[in-house]
């Protein structure tokens, strides 16, 4: 059974870090894509970054600030986020993606099959 398990949202100030965690089991973790992604109640979910075994895709609203990560022996990826901003605020979701195409087409919310259940980020001002 393919399982995903979000971990690492809480509360921070504007301009502050946090890293959040992807554990997850069930496939064979080093030949897929894994995706984090967010959701603010009205907008649709949006792909912040992703990551395959030698390729990082990050979202124009994330860039330079974001860092993905993935440790092979723990299947786990991590999002570590510096310089956090006020819209960053979001439930964040990782996700299994089922496509091999690149990793910039397919870091979307259509190309995952699998969810974790998401965690919460505020960023306050």
């Known amino acids: 059974e393919v399982q995903l398990q979000a971990s690492g949202g809480g509360l921070v100030q504007a301009g502050g870090p946090l890293r959040l965690s992807c554990r997850t089991s069930?496939?064979?973790?080093?030949?897929?894509?894994i995706g984090w992604f967010r959701q603010v109640p009205g907008k649709e979910r949006e792909g912040v970054s992703c990551?395959?075994?030698?390729?990082?895709y990050y979202g124009d609203s994330v860039k330079g600030r974001f860092t993905i990560s993935r440790d092979n022996a723990k299947n786990t990826v991590y999002l570590q986020m510096d310089s956090l901003k006020p819209e960053d605020t979001a439930v964040y979701y990782c996700?299994?993606?089922?496509?091999?195409?690149?990793?910039?087409?397919?870091?979307?919310?259509?190309?995952?099959?699998?969810w974790g259940k998401g965690t919460l980020v505020t960023v306050s001002s």
């Open positions: 069930g496939f064979p973790f080093h030949e897929y894509i």
């Open positions: 996700a299994h993606i089922w496509s091999v195409g690149s990793i910039e087409d397919v870091c979307r919310s259509e190309y995952a099959d699998y």
């Open positions: 990551i395959s075994g030698s390729n990082t």
